[in-house]
Nanobody
Framework: QVQLVESGGGLVQTGGSLRLSCAAS????????VGWYRQAPGKQREWVAT???????PYADSVKGRFTISRDNAKNTVYLQMSNLKPEDTAVYFCNFVPRIGGIDWGQGTQVTVSS
């Protein structure tokens, strides 16, 4: 069974930085796209960024220029470097395959809290 595990979240002040990690057990990311998503309290989950199989990296407008998605295939890990964080970035962050793969559930996510 494939499991996605997000880590690296925490509490940070406005303007601070965090690096999130996404690891997959039971399947490699190498030949797939991977995306980061987030869900703030009371809101629907929203897309943040994707790294495609070819290495393209589209971003949501709200994070463009502040967040960077990358991957290390040797470690089977995808990262989200977040800089210049704002209170509106507060959310639980999730990763998943892009496009989604049947039978692979969302992980627990990692909480990011940005204080003003």
């Amino acid at each position: 069974q494939v499991q996605l595990v997000e880590s690296g979240g925490g509490l940070v002040q406005t303007g601070g930085s965090l690096r999130l990690s996404c690891a997959a057990s039971g399947r490699t990311f190498g030949n797939n796209g991977v995306g980061w998503y987030r869900q703030a309290p009371g809101k629907q989950r929203e897309w943040v960024a994707t790294i495609t199989r070819a290495g393209s990296t589209p971003y949501a407008d709200s994070v463009k220029g502040r967040f960077t998605i990358s991957r290390d295939n040797a470690k089977n890990t995808v990262y989200l470097q977040m800089s210049n964080l704002k209170p509106e970035d507060t959310a639980v962050y999730f990763c998943n395959f892009v496009p989604r793969i049947g039978g692979i559930d969302w992980g627990q996510g990692t909480q990011v809290t940005v204080s003003s």
